[in-house]
Structures are given as C-alpha cells and as structure tokens.
C-alpha cells in the first residue's frame, strides 16, 4: 500500500484557520474521512493530489510531495469530486475516459481496449458513443470514475462521490469501490458508506480530533453532533 | 453543430476527419464559386446521397438545419423580392447545403477526431507562442460547457417560478451567474486533477 502522510499540516484562507496541525500517517487500503459541513475534511482530501497545498507543514505521499512534485503525485493519486458534471470534460463517454489517457501517447487500438475496459468495469459496457450529458447522475459518476480507473493510479480520492446519488447508485459506486484494489481514502457524510473502511478520520473545526476504527469513529462522531 | 456525433459503421464515418473537412471545404466553395440555380439541385441531390451513405435518414438532414429555419424564412423572400428567384435559391441554397453538408460532418466525426485535425492545422501557430494543444481543449470545453450551462439556465428559470419571481430579472441573471462561475472552478479543479496542466 502506499504511504500518504501529513506532518503538522496546516491551511489558511487568509484569516481563517481551515486545518491546523494534522499529524497523522494512511497506509491502510481504505481511509475515512467524515466531519460536519466546513470542518477541513475537503480540504485534506484535496492536498493529497496537490489540488490545495498547506500553509504549514508538509503533505507526503509516496516520498513525494504534491505541493512541489504535483504532475508526479498526481499519475498516482486520482480523485473523484461530488459533482461528475464538472469532471467530465468531452462529449461523448469514450471521448471523456480517452481524454485522461493522452498523455500516455497510446496506440489508438490500446486506447480503444482501455476504454472498454474501463466501462466494463464501471457497469457501462456499450456506452463509448453515447453523449456525457444524456446520462444519469449516477451513470455520470460512475464514468467519473471510469475515467480515473483507466489511468491505473495507486491511490483514490473520493471527495462525497454519493452525494449527488440516490440509493441504488450509491449502493452501486460502494460495491464498486469495495471491489477496488487501489488504496481508497473516501470523504463523505454517508455513515454506512464509511464502515467499510479499516480507518476512519473524524474532522472538527480544522482538526483531527478522532482516529480509530470504522465503529469507534462514527461512534465518537455521532456523539460529537448529538 | 459539433459535439453530436452518432455512432455508426458507414464509410463515411471509416472516412478520416481530415478528409471530411477538405471535402467540406471544396462542397462549400465550389458552391460559392458556380453560383447557378441548377448548382443548387446537384449540390441538394449530392448531399442527400452522403446522408444516404452514411445511413441516415432525410428527417436527421432536416434536423440539422432545422435551427436555421427562420434565416431561411426572412431570408428568402427578402432577397427574391431584392434580386429575384434565382438570387434567392442561390443564396438561401448556399447557406442550407453548407450547413446540412457540415452536420453530416458532424454527425460522423468523433468531437476529438475532428479536434485533432484542427490542433494538426493550428500547429505552425506554436511560433507565435499560441499551444494548440490549449485551444483544442479550449473548443472541447466550449463543446462541452453547452448543455451543461443549459441545464443550469433551466433550473434558475425553475427556481425563480416556484419562488414566483417570473418577471424578475436579477433572480435570472444573479444566480445563472453566480452557478456559473462555480461550475468554472470546479470544473477547473478538475482538470487539474486529471493532469492536464503536468
């Protein structure tokens, strides 16, 4: 598995405090992250591919850090938003999972099989040329999702991936997610979604104020807004 | 006109997008240049046969130029009424066969074939310090940003109805806006995330 540390992170937007001295080490296949809305949970997902970088302190994953070596951090760490319309960028299905290949200068034929692969993966098999915007929410996240697979990273964000979906979709991305052998750290509101993980982070105010198991975690997070 | 691909096995869809837009070129101006009633006929009758080729039916090729209806029907009897007849077919013509042509263009070109050509024709303006891998992307977002600026539009216009400020302007404009440049940034953090300024 890989490493994904933070050592005494802290971020600010100008004078407020949005994470302050988080020191904590993810080795573990699937992270949780849970906290009320504004509590910095997004924010600590979002320094881990480098897409904010803290104010203080240093984020390291795999040796590297995000805030100087972000192209290279970022071959690794994919991350999947709540909202799949801002992530899907081409028209058509198998255009958008392509689109996140073009780096990689493939033969059109290994692109075509990528793609493919990855929609079969998702549940989408036979969907390359159908328009992005005709699809569901659900089936939006789920190409969202496909287009992150098909780069084959060693880890996943996934910043309140069920947000936007209702109960079977959201049943859906977990199986898929549970299915998945990269390492997971998932931020979300969905308590259930969250058992699953070995470790489960509990965000208040800017801080890491619980770290244990799923069970104990939600727990003391339950307590906490009680 | 672009961004509305539809999947299929016609030669004209095997055909590289390269080609296509050359021929598209050539239709076009050899119709500028043969400015002749009976050039409209042949082009019409060429046109419906590459929709035919492509297996698709005359209601798609009407659906193309549907948008266009009303130059169609101020154009024509502005101009029969200016420089007779003939003047109007010619023009009206034109303008209908160039872009039923470009829609079968379209309807058979993958977006990102297409943009490959255009970022293949634009590379000599890397000298000028222009990245043509950039404004490739540029009109794939703007392709792209169109329906989803749609929804968004339909939602404001909704939520204003049901909170029965029909006729009020700032509750349109104000959060058409505001979602807007939301929509921007996050679609900006994700581009981001999926690498594209490594």
């Known amino acids: 598995m890989s490493s994904i ?10 004078e407020r405090v949005v994470i302050s001295g988080v020191s904590v080490d993810l080795r573990e296949s699937r992270v949780g992250i849970i906290g009320s809305n504004g509590s910095g949970k997004s924010t600590l997902a979002r320094m881990i591919n480098g897409l904010v970088h803290p104010t203080s302190g240093r984020v390291i994953v795999d040796d590297l850090e995000p805030a100087r070596h972000g192209a290279e951090v970022r071959r690794k760490v994919s991350f999947l ?3 799949p319309d801002a992530q899907i960028v081409m028209p058509t299905v198998g255009e958008d999972i392509a689109f996140s290949l073009r780096r990689l200068s493939l033969h059109k034929d290994e692109v075509a099989a990528r793609v493919a692969s990855a929609l079969e993966m998702v549940g989408l098999p036979g969907y390359a040329d159908h328009p992005a915007h005709h699809l569901s929410s659900g089936q939006k996240q789920l190409l969202a999702m496909a287009s992150i697979l098909v780069t084959e990273p060693s880890i996943l964000v996934c910043d309140e991936p069920t947000t936007l979906l209702d109960m079977r979709n959201t049943r859906r991305l977990a199986e898929l997610l549970s299915g998945l052998s990269q390492q997971i750290v998932l931020v979300t509101h969905d308590l259930d979604l969250v058992l699953s993980c070995e470790r489960v982070l509990v965000m208040a105010d800017g801080q890491l104020v619980a770290d244990g198991d799923a069970a104990e975690s939600v727990e003391y997070y339950r307590r906490l807004m009680s | 006109m672009i961004g509305v691909y539809r999947a299929g096995d016609s030669l004209l ?7 296509k837009l050359l021929g598209l070129l050539v239709f076009t101006t050899l119709l500028l240049v043969f400015r002749l009633p009976v050039t409209m006929g042949v082009g019409l009758i060429f046109v419906v046969l590459l929709y035919a080729i492509a297996a698709y039916t005359p209601v798609i090729m009407l659906q193309q130029i549907w948008p ?3 130059i169609v029907i101020l154009l024509f009897p502005f101009q029969w009424w200016l420089a007779g007849w003939q003047s109007a077919v010619i023009v ?6 160039a872009v039923a042509a470009a829609g079968l263009v379209s309807l058979t070109t993958r977006t990102t074939d297409l943009l490959a050509v255009i970022e293949r024709a634009i590379q000599p303006l890397r000298y000028v310090r222009v990245d043509p891998e950039r404004v490739a992307l540029l009109l794939t977002l703007t392709i792209r940003v169109v329906p989803v600026i749609n929804g968004l539009v339909h939602d404001v216009r909704d939520t204003r109805r049901a909170r029965g400020m029909e006729r009020s302007v700032r509750a349109y404009v104000t959060p058409v806006v505001i979602r807007t440049v939301g929509y921007a940034e996050r679609l900006g953090d994700a581009l981001v995330a999926r690498g594209v300024d490594d």
């Not at chain 1, 540390?5 to 100008?14: K, L, M």
């Not at chain 2, 869809?13 to 080609?19: F, L, T, V, Y």
């Not at chain 2, 009206?92 to 066969?97: I, Y």
């Open chain 2, 13 to 19: 869809h095997r055909s590289p997008a390269g080609a």
């Open chain 1, 5 to 14: 540390r933070f050592e005494e992170v802290g971020h600010q937007f100008g």
């Open chain 1, 81 to 83: 938003f709540s909202d």
């Open chain 2, 92 to 97: 009206v013509g034109t303008l209908v066969l």
């Open chain 2, 68 to 70: 266009m209806k009303w």
